[in-house]
């Protein structure tokens, strides 16, 4: 029966005016909240997605590292029992180290990562040369993959570099070194390819032949510093994790892509979360505009609600009539809203209307992506604010007594 009444009291013309407009800016201003909440969303989203996109480019499914120092021991049979894990697809060796690496009188210190020939089954970088090709030599001719921002530091073209790189790395040695140059191993390596991806990884990362890395660094074969898996995206992560630490034992860590972004990963949650937060403060705003309207709805119903006191009707259910007034407000706002972002969504997506400036980008428009869950955040966050916002005229209407009139 309240919903009845609401409803009637909603569409019903009003003896004055300012509250039809009072209503209308109230459900106006919800929608373009809403509209807001959503849309800024989506575009965070967007970000996210394509971050993530990036970064899988280059981090694999799983990373085995040591729980401490900078050595896994891998024997065979491990190696065979991880290659063996139900969803597991490919496994990379890796031995990753700081170098120097010097050409002309350029140089530029670097993450050198040796790889195997399962390293492109694992990461994708390979899909994202610049130039040249994907090689990494052998341990007696080996090969350099440089970032894109390596490649800009040495001042040389990758694919097309005749003159060798100098490799400097630290010697494996034991006991105190007297004689520092003796603690340093040099060579030198062709360039074969360059690769772009991100920031974090092009101005930081040289890839190599695992060989090589394992004869300068004076490792043997059951030694690496990481292990790289790709894992089939049906695969049970718990299930994974449990046979991996089973094989590996507790030497050895098992990550998985968010854990080897952890920090990443939080950083883009948080900044989410505080954009929620101080968006929501325009439908809180909103709200104030419904209040008003309600409050002198209330005032205006005066004799209706001293009516219905005088036919029975409760406290509670004059109370629940505007509370689902104001619901119906609400609703209809954010409705709005919700129709208004997913257009404007859809066209930027489409079309591309609105461009990033300044031309660096990977993207030439602000990425969107539209989630279903964003939907049903701020249906809720718009569902609580609204009754907030309706508590307070609908009290007061519930307090009014039967009088003459």
Do not use: C
Not at 12 to 32: D, E, F, G
Not at 248 to 277: C, H, P, S
Not at 395 to 402: D, L, P
């Amino acid at each position: 029966m309240h919903l009845l009444f609401a409803w009637r009291y909603f569409k019903a013309p009003k003896s004055t005016q300012a509250i039809n407009w009072i209503a209308r800016i109230s459900v106006l201003a919800m929608a373009i909240g809403t509209a807001a909440l959503i849309l800024v969303l989506s575009v965070f989203n967007g970000f996210e997605g394509m971050v993530k996109s990036l970064y899988s480019s280059f981090y694999p499914d799983w990373r085995l590292v040591p729980a401490q120092g900078k050595v896994i021991t891998l024997t065979s049979a491990q190696l065979s029992s991880l290659q063996k894990i139900s969803g597991v697809e490919a496994v990379s060796l890796v031995i990753e180290e700081r170098a120097m690496l010097q050409a002309g009188q350029n140089q530029a210190l670097v993450t050198l990562k040796g790889v195997d020939t399962a390293f492109t089954h694992v990461s994708g970088v390979s899909k994202h040369l610049v130039s040249g090709q994907f090689e990494v030599g052998t341990a007696a001719y080996p090969l350099l993959v440089l970032g894109a921002g390596v490649e800009a530091t040495l001042g040389v073209l990758a694919d097309r570099n005749l003159e060798p790189i100098t490799v400097y790395l630290p010697r494996k040695t034991s006991g105190l070194q007297v004689d520092w140059a003796e603690s340093i191993r040099v060579d030198t390596a062709q360039t074969a390819a360059s690769f772009l991806i991100q920031q974090d990884f092009d101005d930081q990362y040289a890839i190599t032949s695992l060989d090589f890395m394992r004869e300068q660094l004076g490792l043997n074969a059951e030694q690496v510093s990481a292990v790289e898996l790709r894992v089939n995206s049906m695969a049970h992560a718990a299930s994974v994790r449990s046979q991996l630490e089973a094989i590996m034992g507790k030497a050895v860590l098992a990550e998985d892509r968010y854990e080897q972004n952890k920090t990443l990963f939080k950083v883009m949650r948080t900044e989410r979360w505080i954009v929620y937060g101080v968006l929501s403060l325009i439908l809180i705003v909103a709200a104030f505009t419904m209040i008003g309207a309600l409050t002198m709805l209330v005032l205006e119903k005066q004799k209706d609600i001293q009516v219905l006191q005088a036919l029975g009707a409760s406290k509670q259910l004059v109370q629940r009539i505007f509370l689902t007034e104001g619901l119906l407000l609400s609703i209809l706002g954010s409705g709005i809203g919700m129709f208004l972002a997913y257009g404007l969504a859809w066209l930027q997506i489409t079309y591309h209307l609105i461009p990033l400036e300044g031309g660096s980008f990977l993207i030439e428009y602000y990425p969107v992506a539209v989630k279903a869950e964003d939907f049903f955040l701020v249906a809720g966050t718009v569902l609580v604010i609204a009754l907030a916002a309706s508590w307070i005229p609908s009290a007061r209407a519930a307090t009014y007594k039967i009088g003459l009139y």
